[in-house]
């Protein structure tokens, strides 16, 4: 029995994991974003906000509903979004349509604070700018600028 109990003593001791190159692996490498990927979260954001009603210039968002209308064509989350992104930080200006009756400024306002809170969680980027430009408001009785569809 004392050989039992020197060969549970005997055995190999586990070895340690060898880090090879140094440093913190997550800092092995560089992440680059795409502007396309912050526009999709900041287009989102946006549109998340009560008393936006549509996103780009008028002219933009007929040719996004014809655009939309196309088999195969996807609605565009980027319409009226437009974002520059460096390393470590993104400016981002974004074009909006909003409901009658709110107040631009509280809707604005919301927009950034939605905008910066999503993207800066969601990529690490630091946004240093969100300009809006209100480029319309949306009456109750009218109609949205989208062209009767072609096909039936």
Request: aromatic share 2%; hydrophobic share 40%.
């Amino acid at each position: 029995m004392t050989d039992m109990t020197q060969s549970t003593e005997a055995e190999p001791q586990l070895r340690k994991a060898t880090r090879r190159g140094g440093g913190d692996p997550a800092t092995r490498g560089r992440t680059t974003i795409a502007d396309g990927v912050v526009e999709k979260i900041a287009g989102l954001a946006a549109r998340d906000v009560l008393g936006v009603h549509a996103m780009g210039s008028g002219l933009s968002r007929t040719f996004g509903a014809v655009r939309d209308r196309v088999p195969g064509g996807s609605k565009s989350v980027t319409r009226g979004v437009k974002a520059e992104v460096g390393e470590v930080q993104t400016a981002l200006d974004l074009e909006i349509v909003v409901d009658y009756g709110v107040s631009i400024a509280d809707v604005a306002k919301a927009v950034r604070e939605n905008v910066v809170a999503a993207v800066e969680r969601m990529t690490g980027l630091e946004v240093v700018e969100v300009n809006i430009a209100v480029s319309d408001v949306k009456l109750p009785d009218e109609e949205d600028e989208e062209p009767e569809p072609r096909i039936q």
